[in-house]
């Protein structure tokens, strides 16, 4: 069974930066997508960025572009989101989720596991 933790939110004034970590246990991680989303006040949970942990391709929402970076560290077995230029609208709690999928899949219902969340606040 595959379990994800996640780490790393927290209170930020707008243009700041954060890195949520995401670590993988009780699966081979080289056979799955790692993800992240993020639901907001009032919002439905969104897709931010994705990672094929055994290629290392990624895939970000638009939104996101140039500002956040999803990362691996095999040693570790952890997926990393650097967030930058952080803004109030990126305000969310952050989940990671994976699945044995052969691509990026942008919606929620195609990932089995997911982490309990963690919160990003951002300050205007």
């Known amino acids: 069974q595959v379990q994800l933790v996640e780490s790393g939110g927290g209170l930020v004034q707008a243009g700041g930066s954060l890195r949520l970590s995401c670590v993988v246990s009780?699966?081979?991680?080289?056979?799955?997508?790692l993800t992240w989303f993020r639901q907001g006040p009032g919002k439905e949970r969104e897709f931010v960025a994705g990672m094929r942990w055994r290629s290392g391709s990624t895939y970000y929402t638009d939104s996101v572009k140039g500002r956040f970076t999803i990362s691996r560290d095999n040693a570790k077995n952890t997926v990393y989101l650097q967030l930058n230029s952080l803004k109030p609208e990126d305000t969310a709690v952050y989940y990671c989720a994976a699945a044995r999928e052969p691509a990026i899949y942008t919606n929620s219902e195609r990932y089995d596991y997911w982490g309990q969340g963690t919160q990003v606040t951002v300050s205007s």
């Open positions: 009780g699966g081979t991680v080289s056979s799955y997508v």
